[in-house]
């Protein structure tokens, strides 16, 4: 076959692997080990870089030289120090990635250069770029980024989508993200109906849980303090990890550590009990994910047909017990859950090389994005509110065009914003994206119309368009890192001055409106952007002499002009 081979990775926080589909099935590549890599880059004696267990085995003595769990700093503009050099993330990243694809081309003996990608479900845009710069930089062209949760469905169902609808849960819970996603296989077709979780959770937490306990252990016992010693916290770290592991299978587990310090050992017995009591409220707030997830989706808990076990700490007997105690199923977990995702991964990489196409992959934004508007209603001038273009839950791809108004005339300027979040001041949001739109000699209510569209990479491309000159700006939020720097929301705080006075959606003062107006001039906003470019010049005109009248208070020939536009909207879906 000449097609050029495409692999599966999954770029764990913990560990990594690769997979690919050789004929029919996904194969976890490996070289006579079992095919998982730590996600860990070091330096060695000789200053080498080194990735992988030989990184993590020496993380204990060298931490300084060790960098673990680089995933959670992705999207983030953050340099890595690395034995006495800087890199960002993504170089990190990259080591192994590239790691990753040089086995791939031993094993199958020929160029790799392209690869499908998991990530949590839950990250940004900005980190979902960032990984595939890391693929770039490692020499890969990732050709579709894809949620970890829906990979695992994949492999679970892949090769076994029937006709027969199902329903199932995926809870992942690795070793630094936690993601929960509830999975709809209909017709041959995968659909993720809701995903939620939380980025920053997993088994690392689990460990330092145990290593506060042996903390304190040591200090009681033996009147020494290590809180700020890094090397005996690293050593802690191993056994508290092995421990972790341990009582996954057995009741009680016994921690030992000869010379912690000079010649103090530890040795203590830890119980699975009260290894749970440390890590409940951890588990209990997966379990209100779950119930989240479950909201979102509009799905009872009878409704589920499966629940997946997905990510090594999934091991912890606790969590089945719960879930099974809450949906009333056994969770399945026939696939060795550190690899269910990177299968998966392998699946998609070969239906993009045109291998496998039964069922389709549908996706669905984890959050909602949106602009900020200066706004009037009741309470005065309200300059920053949010306005989401995208919502939460959408399927991708998803395109969105809303419509803005210039608040003064001869207005210069309209500063375009992209915010992500759920608040209802845009201020409180993430500022992903900031752009200038400088615009022509226009009245005060000139109309600019702005157009999100959001891939199934989760990369944003907006438009922003001044309908009187159509002059317009194009955008890609695009190394455009995750913005928690409250300075900059700051700086561009006085200069939003794009007008949004229409509809009762995000117009508090619409209850001075009329419903029956508002409700036709939210059902058009909604219509906006499936309706043909004719079709939306005319509805945006129509709406404007809605708006015009019932500025004026004229409800009367505002209930006219919306009779007309109900007709034009009645013919479009
Ligand atoms: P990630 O997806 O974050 O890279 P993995 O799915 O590989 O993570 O899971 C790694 C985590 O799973 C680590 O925190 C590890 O300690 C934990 N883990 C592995 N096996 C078990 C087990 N049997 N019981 C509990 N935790 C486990
Ligand atoms: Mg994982």
């Known amino acids: 076959m000449n097609t050029p081979p495409i692999i599966g990775i999954d770029l764990g926080t913990t560990n990594s692997e690769v997979a690919f589909v050789h004929t029919t099935r996904p194969e976890i590549l490996r070289e006579g080990d079992d095919g998982i890599l730590p996600s860990c880059v070091g330096v060695d004696d000789d200053g080498r870089l080194i990735v992988g267990a030989t990184a993590r085995n020496q993380a204990v003595a060298y931490p300084e030289r060790t960098v673990l769990s680089v995933k959670r700093k992705m999207g983030k503009e953050k340099e890595i120090p690395l034995a006495g050099k800087s890199y960002s993330p993504q170089e990190i990243s990259a080591l192994i990635l590239k790691e990753l694809k040089e086995k791939a081309e031993r094993i199958m003996g020929r160029g790799v250069a392209h690869a499908v990608i998991t990530v949590p479900a839950y990250f940004t845009d900005a980190q979902r770029q960032a990984t595939k710069e890391a693929g770039a930089i490692a020499g890969l062209e990732v050709v579709r980024i894809i949620n970890e949760p829906t990979a695992a469905a994949l492999a679970y169902e892949g090769g076994n989508v029937g006709d027969e609808k199902r329903t199932i849960l995926v809870y992942d819970l690795g070793g630094g993200t936690f993601d929960v996603s509830i999975v709809r296989i209909e017709d041959r077709v995968v659909e993720v109906l809701a995903t939620t979780g939380d980025n920053r959770l997993g088994g690392d937490d689990f460990d330092n849980r145990i290593i506060q306990w042996l903390t304190r252990e040591l200090k ?189 005339d001869n207005q210069e300027l309209a500063l375009i914003q992209v915010f992500q979040g759920e608040n209802r001041n845009a201020l409180d949001n993430i500022l992903i994206g900031s752009y200038r739109f400088d615009l022509s000699d226009n009245a005060a209510g000139s109309m600019i119309t702005l157009k999100y569209d959001l891939d199934l990479n989760g990369i944003l491309k907006l438009e922003a368009v001044e309908k009187e000159t159509g002059r317009k700006i194009n955008a890609v939020i695009d190394n455009v890192f995750a913005c928690e720097d409250p300075d900059r929301v700051r700086t561009s705080q006085a200069k939003i001055n794009v007008f949004s006075p229409m509809g009762a959606a995000h117009n508090p003062g619409a209850e001075t409106i009329p419903s029956d107006i508002t409700d036709t001039l939210t059902l058009a906003r909604e219509k906006l952007n499936v309706a043909s470019k004719e079709d939306q010049d005319e509805i945006i005109d129509l709406m404007e002499e809605i708006t015009d009248a019932v500025e004026d208070k004229d409800f009367e020939t505002a209930r006219v002009i919306c009779d007309e536009l109900d007709d034009l909207l009645f013919y479009i879906d």
């Open 220 to 408: 009681q016992k033996h009147h020494l303090d290590v809180t700020g010693n890094r090397a005996v916290l690293a050593r802690l770290k191993s056994c508290a990890e092995r421990a972790k592991i341990e009582l996954s299978q057995a009741p009680t587990t016994r921690i030992e550590e000869d010379h912690i310090t000079g010649d103090i050992h530890l040795s203590v017995e830890l119980t699975r009990k009260t290894f749970e009591e440390m890590i409940r409220e951890d588990i209990d707030r997966t379990m209100q994910s779950v119930t989240k997830a479950l909201r979102d989706a509009g799905i009872t808990p009878g409704g589920i047909d499966r629940i997946l076990l997905v990510g090594g700490s999934s091991r912890i007997p606790m969590i089945s017990s719960m879930l099974k105690e809450r949906l009333k199923i056994d969770p399945s977990k026939e696939i060795d859950p550190d690899l269910c995702v990177a299968l998966g991964a392998g699946i998609q990489a070969a239906r993009e090389m045109g291998i496998d196409t039964s069922g389709v992959l549908i996706d669905i934004t984890p959050y909602t994005f949106g602009t900020s508007a200066a706004e009037v209603n009741n309470e005065g001038l309200d300059p920053h509110v949010f306005i989401p273009l995208i919502k939460r839950n959408t399927k991708l791809p998803v395109s969105h065009t809303e419509t803005f108004y210039t608040m003064v």
